[in-house]
């Protein structure tokens, strides 16, 4: 089956940098990213989409200037954490999807902002 | 908010089938029924996925109504591993439920 890289998969760091999370789908071509957040024993938060080569677009909620994604090209799709702080510590996960009726995840980022 | 809804937790018995629902009243004619398993501190692993007609694979079941209002999802001898949170989903909203907690007791 199709598969997606995400890397890191644990980072730390200290709070007011900013962390970047990788996500890249290794044997097709991404059209659409998604990206999740997910807190403890809770489900996966859809944060925002993104088509390549355009903007991203963000779910209600979520700031854009804090969660910066870049889909520069249909195999790679970043999300940068500006600023981290403890409160944005929590497990990232990217979804690839190359079309209508397919999408595919992957491992997560646990993040720990100290 | 998801276009699904799932019971929150189920158990079963280790070697019976486990059959898991999820409503989507509201999935539109082109729209994909996928479902995934999250085991702790683990991405989404894919289980299978279908439009209209009735699916299986290596892995499950999937059971779509008529009116594909409705799914079902049938793990058909289930094992201690397979305890997770199940997710179905909608793939053009690509939003998560709740999901539901498969507990496989032996």
């Known amino acids: 089956g199709a598969v997606v890289s995400q890397h890191p998969s644990r980072v730390i760091c200290k709070s007011g940098t900013s962390v970047k999370i990788e996500c890249r789908s290794l044997?097709?071509?991404?059209?659409?990213m998604f990206w999740y957040r997910q807190f403890p024993k809770q489900s996966l938060m859809l944060m925002a989409t993104?088509?390549?080569?355009?903007?991203?677009?963000?779910e209600q909620g979520v700031e854009k200037d804090k969660f910066l994604i870049n889909h520069a090209s249909l195999t790679l799709s970043t999300l940068t954490v500006t600023s981290a702080h403890p409160e944005d510590s929590s497990f990232y996960i990217c979804?690839?999807?190359?079309?209508?009726?397919?999408?595919?995840f992957g491992q997560g980022t646990r993040l720990t902002v100290v | 908010d998801a276009k699904t809804t799932q019971p929150t937790s189920m158990d079963c018995a280790e070697g019976r089938a486990a059959n898991l629902p999820c409503n989507h009243s509201?999935?539109?004619?082109?729209?994909?029924v996928y479902w995934y398993r999250q085991i702790h501190s683990q991405g989404p692993q894919y289980i299978i996925h279908?439009?209209?007609n009735n699916e299986t694979n290596e892995m499950a079941s999937l059971i779509i109504t008529e009116d594909r209002k409705s799914s079902t999802l049938i793990l058909p001898h289930a094992t201690l591993r397979d305890t997770a949170v199940y997710y179905c989903?909608?793939?053009?909203?690509?939003?998560f439920g709740a999901g539901t907690r498969l507990t496989v007791k032996p």
């Open positions: 979804s690839a999807s190359a079309g209508v009726g397919e999408a595919f």
């Open positions: 044997d097709f071509q991404a059209t659409t």
């Open positions: 993104s088509n390549e080569g355009s903007k991203a677009t963000y």
């Open positions: 509201t999935i539109s004619g082109n729209e994909y």
């Open positions: 279908g439009l209209k």
């Open positions: 989903i909608v793939v053009e909203d690509m939003r």
